[in-house]
């Protein structure tokens, strides 16, 4: 058997991962959202497959076009960037075994588009 996180560290290129910052309500009852400190982490990107959209909730599958795997922790909703382009990791699979994180990612559209 494959030791997947042997794997991941052969094709492991460097990413920027800007984990989702909790906010805070201020007085008044405003929310402010929390600031995001932007770390250098090692993930292996790669286009999805058919069978792996399959295996996503539905409406996940239309924005999920690329799949990642990575050592370092990673969680819904937060944000890699890769070669120039910026992503949220739409879906997480959970793993329990393997010291690894396999999650959807989907293109994150800019203001101006």
Not at 27 to 56: C, N, S
Not at 103 to 108: I, R
Request: glycine letters at 8%.
């Amino acid at each position: 058997m494959i030791d997947v996180a042997i794997a991941i560290d052969e094709e492991a290129v460097a990413v920027t991962h800007e984990p989702r910052a909790p906010g805070a309500y201020v007085p008044g009852g405003r929310y402010v959202e929390g600031e995001a400190t932007p770390v250098i982490i090692q993930a292996t990107i790669q286009p999805t497959t058919g069978r792996q959209l399959m295996d996503m909730p539905e409406g996940v599958r239309t924005e999920a076009r690329w799949m990642a795997w990575s050592r370092s922790e990673v969680s819904e909703d937060d944000h890699i960037t890769h070669m120039g382009k910026r992503y949220r990791v739409l879906f997480l699979w959970p793993r329990f075994e393997g010291a690894f994180y396999r999650f959807a990612l989907g293109l994150e559209k800019r203001n101006d588009e």
